[in-house]
């Protein structure tokens, strides 16, 4: 073994777990090497550099792949009574570090829980386990005629734990809206063990939704074993219109005005100059392309009214074309293969604001990112839109000064675009979550509500077991 | 403006001197850095690029639908292929994972960059096999094939004298265990009046070797075999293994050995033969098609079979999961002989989704055909199907 690892190995680990895992859940526990390399980290951009540089973030002390709830139950108790971290494992395609076995522990595997349970056409609800794989999950619904709407850009690579965990958003969220709109009822293995489940109903006052705490929870109060989903039946029309502006904030205005028409087309983009040259090739312009599905004249009518508004916005309109492209390339993920390897550093950051704030923090941040000694590429887009405001996802790239490691140079983008968004009364993020990048700045973002989390976390894993050392919930910070 | 780097251009030049000279470096030699040293077999551009990917293809991998295991996945096998190829790594189970892998090249179909993790693999193995670290039981399949000249016991004892114009290659599975799609064949050919030649001597097409990362040994049996089908006089060569196919159209050449005889599948052949001819309706009951891997990414064959199905007189019925977006058998790129564990779990899979349709199944693949069979199911070789329709009219 000639390799490094960021974060210290866990050296107290008994290998008496192993055996006690492997009576709880036999044939699924491994400890080999190359296994344990395989899930020492997620998608977290700064990892992939590490990696190329023959350094895996965190060793687990191996992995479970668990078939049934039971089977979790069994191992999260076995994880109190040693006092061993569990770090709940979806796809590995969160994006903050959120997976990485900082401590060493049991890595819980959830793949091996992918089985679409039922789909209830008369409620248009479908129930699955929640280690099943997006785009599997989509393609099972897809051909009894249905889809979730949920199509993140990871929709090939995450799961819907993960999804539920993270509190994800899918491409077409303005219409179907994110996880934590679509999810319906909820099953998990909180951090002792005990297990809950709510009911596939469409709303209840029945108090607050203890199950409810667990969506963006990050693996960190428990195991989401199952939940009950929204469906649809598959859209019969799908409709596409594209128009550029002078300006992103022309485009941001023009957005604006059509959700407060109460129409939510299912994809809305708005691409700021640099992106707009990147995907579209045209420069200084400001592409926004809209995708209308579902009922026929719901759609003809949806279309209709966006297409006034722009307008009578000066929008110029460029037809189907942009929006054909962009629905080719979506899932054409290449940028960190081809960057990483020649020393560049890449990262994306989501945040969301109001309307009242959103240009002023989008300039703020796109300054802050090109602040930073070596930022070459600072560019955004805005995705989600409510008529309440935005989320922005910005995109910087660049290269470490001499004398500066990559880590402090990633640091100090994300620093930058940190402090500027909450200056600017931002939240810090809109879907990626907190995990290990973010947690330091959960405290200012929550205010007084972190102290209700961590009193929260404290009441439901008094041993700190659950994924330890992320978001900033735990005791060993 | 449409360049592919023009966003970074235009960033690029808003930076200072210093930053814009950095950049260029690190553009121009950046990579180099993560290179191995020393020459590789395997392509290690595609190595790093597939290891840094988000494992976009994930979802389709039937060997990770299999076992489970993120290890087994199309990204996760190359980060580890990363790490043995830099000197990092070289535990057993590291270098058992390098064999988990049934080329089926469903990655590919997903892949950005167009790549097969299958074909990566395959330079990694050869690297393996260069380091002396390939496991004891992976060079017992390799002295094996050497030894008998084919992946099983040749059964089919029938051989033809002199030379002709088509040259019947039948590939291990059918010498072994399908004799009777070597037997359609013949009878077709004679149907037809063509003058065929069995090979008395046929050698293995060698795609183990080139799987498991043996050249020298593949480039042994190109030899013989080149010289057989050269001797035999043909004209056309009809394969009925779409992977002996493959290998004689395209990797044959890679490596020097022309083939002067047009290779063809079945599919293709058949199609041709069958042009004119009269043809009643060779199976009364519906079967569903399932597409081979090879045969329809490698060689992209989708309509062949199909039209040739419909020719004799059947519907076919389709599975979800049809065309490009097939299933592997499992016993793809010698995965059946490496990990005949998942390779089974994949057959049962493959077989679940295929039964949905029907009890009866026609493929175009004598190893798909045979594990299939396992599974208490009809099976039916395009060319029986092409018999039975032509025998009846
Ligand atoms: C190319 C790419 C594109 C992306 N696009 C999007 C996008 O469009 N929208 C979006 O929202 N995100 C996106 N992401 C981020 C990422 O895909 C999401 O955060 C996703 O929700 C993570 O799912 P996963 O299954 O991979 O989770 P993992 O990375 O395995 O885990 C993420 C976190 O959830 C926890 N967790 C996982 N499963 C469970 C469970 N069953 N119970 C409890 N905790 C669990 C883990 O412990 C960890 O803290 C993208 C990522 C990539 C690499
Ligand atoms: S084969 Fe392509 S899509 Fe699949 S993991 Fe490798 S680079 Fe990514
Ligand atoms: S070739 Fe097939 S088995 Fe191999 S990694 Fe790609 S999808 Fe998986």
Redesign the interface.
């Known amino acids: ?3 490094g690892t960021v974060y210290p190995k866990n050296e107290t680990f008994d290998k008496r777990i192993i055996e006690q895992l492997n009576s709880i859940v036999p044939g699924g526990v ?1 400890d ?4 344990r ?3 020492s980290k997620d ?1 977290w951009p700064i990892a ?1 550099r590490w ?2 540089d ?1 350094t895996v973030p965190a060793l687990p002390d191996c ?1 479970v ?1 668990p078939e049934n709830a039971e089977q979790v139950a069994g191992i999260i108790k076995l994880a109190n009574d040693w006092r061993t971290p569990v770090v709940p ?1 979806g ?3 969160g994006v903050v570090g959120g997976a990485v076995p900082v401590k060493g522990g049991i890595v819980v ?1 959830m ?2 829980m ?1 089985r679409v349970v039922e789909i209830d056409d008369a409620s248009l609800m479908v129930t699955a386990q929640t280690g099943i ?4 999950l989509e ?1 099972h619904l897809d ?1 009894e005629g249905y889809t979730m709407g949920h199509i993140p850009q ?1 929709l ?2 995450s799961s819907l734990g993960g999804w539920l965990a993270c509190r994800a958003a899918g491409q077409f969220s303005t219409k179907y809206g994110k996880i934590e709109d679509i999810v319906v009822a909820i099953e998990a293995v909180l951090a002792d063990g005990s297990f809950i489940k709510s009911k596939a109903v469409p709303r209840s006052s029945t108090g607050p939704s203890v199950e409810r705490l667990l969506l963006g929870s990050e693996g960190t109060l428990g195991i989401i074993t199952e939940a009950t989903l929204k469906i649809w039946p598959y859209p019969e029309e799908r409709a596409m219109v594209s128009f550029i502006f002078d300006s992103i904030s022309h485009a941001l205005e023009t957005v604006r005005k059509i959700m407060r028409k109460n129409v939510y087309p299912a994809v809305v983009r708005i691409y700021d100059k ?2 707009t ?2 995907h579209f ?3 200084n312009k400001c592409m926004l392309i809209l995708l209308m599905e579902g009922d026929k004249e719901l759609v003809k009518l949806e279309k209709g009214i966006s297409v006034k508004v722009c307008k009578s916005e000066d929008g110029n309109e460029c037809g189907e074309e942009p929006v054909l492209h962009w629905l080719d390339m979506r ?4 940028e ?3 960057f ?5 550093i890449f990262d994306t950051v989501e945040v969301s604001s109001g309307w009242k704030n959103a240009m002023s923090l989008y300039k703020a941040i796109i300054q802050a990112m090109r602040n930073v000694d ?1 930022v ?4 955004g887009h805005a995705s989600h839109f409510y008529p309440q405001g935005v989320c922005f996802y910005f995109t910087f ?3 470490p000064p001499k004398h500066v490691t990559p880590f402090k140079f990633y640091e100090s983008v994300w620093d930058a675009i940190m402090e500027a968004c909450l200056r600017e009364h931002g939240s810090i993020s809109h879907h990626h979550g907190i995990g290990l990048m973010r947690a330091k700045w959960l405290k200012e973002e929550m205010g007084e509500r972190m102290s209700i989390l961590k009193k929260i976390k404290k009441v439901i894993d008094p041993n700190n077991i659950m994924n330890p050392g992320k978001m900033g919930v735990g005791n060993e910070e | ?3 592919k780097y ?3 251009m ?3 030049a808003k ?1 200072s001197f210093s ?1 814009k000279a ?2 260029m470096r ?2 121009l030699i ?2 180099k ?2 290179l191995r040293r020393k020459k590789t077999r395997a392509d290690m551009d595609s190595v ?13 991998c039937p060997v990770l639908a299999a076992e ?4 087994m996945s199309p990204s ?1 096998k190359t ?2 292929a ?2 043995i190829e ?4 070289n ?1 057993q ?2 270098i058992e ?1 390098m064999y988990k892998c049934a080329g089926c090249d469903a990655c590919m179909q ?1 892949c ?2 167009d790549f097969s993790v299958g074909d990566i693999l395959k330079g990694v193995r050869e690297d393996i096999a260069g380091m002396s670290l390939a496991p004891p039981r992976i060079i017992k399949i390799k002295e094996n094939l050497e030894k008998n000249h084919t992946i099983h016991e040749r059964k089919y004892d029938k051989s033809t004298d002199g030379k002709g114009d088509v040259l019947y290659f039948m590939g291990c599975e059918v010498s072994s265990e399908r004799g009777e799609i070597a037997d359609s064949m013949t009878k077709i050919f004679e149907g037809a009046g063509e003058k065929y030649v069995l090979l008395k001597d046929e050698w293995c097409c060698a795609s183990p070797f080139i799987n498991l990362g043996f050249t020298d040994e593949f480039k042994k049996f190109a030899e013989h075999n080149v010289k057989a089908i050269e001797e035999s006089g043909c004209r056309t060569m009809v394969c009925s293994c779409p992977t002996c196919t493959y290998v004689f159209r395209h990797i044959y050449p890679q490596f020097g050995f022309e083939i002067k005889a047009r290779v063809m599948h079945t599919s293709e052949y058949l199609l041709r033969l069958m042009e004119n001819k009269k043809m009643a309706k060779a199976i009364e009951k519906e079967c569903v098609y399932h597409d081979p891997c090879a045969l329809i990414r490698k060689l992209g064959l989708e309509e062949e079979p199909r039209k040739i199905a419909k020719r004799a007189g059947m519907k076919i019925k389709e599975t ?1 999961f049809n065309r490009k977006d097939t299933k592997c058998c499992g016993m793809g790129c010698s995965l059946g002989s490496t990990n005949p564990d998942i390779a089974s779990k994949m057959a049962d899979a493959r077989l679940e989704e295929l039964k949905k349709q029907s009890d009866c199944i026609v493929t175009a693949c004598p190893t798909c055909n045979t594990t299939f069979r396992k599974g208490g199911v009809e099976v039916y070789d395009i060319s029986e199907i092409v018999l039975k329709a032509w025998e009846k009219a």
Not at chain 1, 376 to 379: D, F, L, N, R, T
Not at chain 2, 48 to 60: E, G, R, S, T, V
Not at chain 2, 68 to 71: G, L, P, R, S
Not at chain 2, 86 to 89: A, I
């Open positions: 073994m000639v390799y491994s080999k090497e190359a296994d390399i395989v899930y998608y992939l990696y190329l023959g992995i792949w494992y796809e590995g395609s595997d793949r091996k992918d794989n997006g785009m599997n393609r051909r990871s090939y690579c640099n992106e040259l990147r090739y045209i420069k899932f054409n993920v290449k960190s293969s081809e990483t390897p020649k020393g560049f070596g070459v590429v600072a560019s790239g660049g290269l | 403006m449409k360049s023009a966003w970074i235009d960033s690029l930076t930053t950095r950049a690190h553009f950046g990579k850095e993560y790093i690029k597939c290891a840094l990917c988000p494992n976009m293809c994930k979802f389709d489970k295991n993120d290890a996760g980060r580890i990363y790490f830099t000197d990092r790594l535990s189970d590291a994972l997903w950005p960059f979800y």
